[in-house]
T-cell receptor, first 111, second 114 residues
Framework: DAGVTQSPTHLIKTRGQQVTLRCSPK?????VSWYQQALGQGPQFIFQ???????QRGNFPDRFSGHQFPNYSSELNVNALLLGDSALYLC??????????FGPGTRLTVL | DAKTTQPNSMESNEEEPVHLPCNHS???????IHWYRQLPSQGPEYVIH???SNVNNRMASLAIAEDRKSSTLILHRATLRDAAVYYC???????????????FGTGTRLTVIP
């Protein structure tokens, strides 16, 4: 049984560009959350998707948006990239009310 | 969300027990205590969680104070593979249905000495 998978593993973009990160949840999981982890910090919650809708959102600007597909996979989109968006982006999945399982993350570098 | 306080770093010798403390003096009656760890270059990994009683699983034990204002994660025999950042997190089981996300602090960096 594959766990949570994310693609790509690493990504380099320049300021002002747009990026899309992808996540496939663990089998049987219907809820996906996204987190941003800056170097030396703990992960910070961005938003959560359930039944293809954003259910809860953290303190992140509208440049951060997402989508969940009928197969429960999810995308995170970031527009107008800033240098400060450089971070590890983590996806976590769960069945509603259960423990969250994290993927290995996508390392985004903005130059 | 209720705040937790953990030491920034701890060291342990290999094959010795490790006790990782966490203070959560503002914990509410519906907050579960969760522990996750993050190995280098990996996403966080669930370790254990509990509400009031002490809990054991194959990875660790969780000791919860009677007043629930503190807890301790116990690794019974530290190995080099246990070197990681350990996060203590409170999660309100009754927060808006299903929207039970995790709010991480900076955690405790555990170094295991061979």
């Amino acid at each position: 049984d594959a766990g949570v998978t994310q693609s790509p593993t690493h990504l380099i973009k320049t300021r002002g560009q747009q990026v899309t990160l992808r996540c496939s949840p663990k089998s049987g999981h219907d809820t996906v959350s996204w987190y941003q982890q800056a170097l030396g910090q703990g992960p910070q919650f961005i938003f959560q998707y359930y039944e293809e809708e954003e259910r809860q959102r953290g303190n992140f600007p509208d440049r951060f948006s997402g989508h969940q597909f009928p197969n429960y996979s999810s995308e995170l989109n970031v527009n107008a990239l800033l240098l400060g968006d450089s971070a590890l982006y983590l996806c976590a999945s769960m069945r509603t009310g259960s423990t969250q399982y994290f993927g290995p993350g996508t390392r985004l570098t903005v130059l | 969300d209720a705040k937790t306080t953990q030491p920034n770093s701890m060291e342990s010798n290999e094959e010795e027990p490790v006790h990782l403390p966490c203070n959560h003096s503002t914990i509410s009656g519906t907050d579960y205590i969760h522990w996750y760890r993050q190995l280098p270059s990996q996403g966080p990994e669930y370790v254990i969680h509990g509400l009031t009683s002490n809990v054991n699983n194959r990875m660790a034990s969780l000791a919860i104070a009677e007043d629930r204002k503190s807890s301790t994660l116990i690794l019974h025999r530290a190995t080099l593979r246990d070197a990681a950042v350990y996060y203590c997190i409170l999660r309100d089981v009754f927060r808006r249905t299903g929207a039970n996300n995790l709010f991480f602090g900076t955690g405790t960096r555990l170094t295991v000495i061979p």
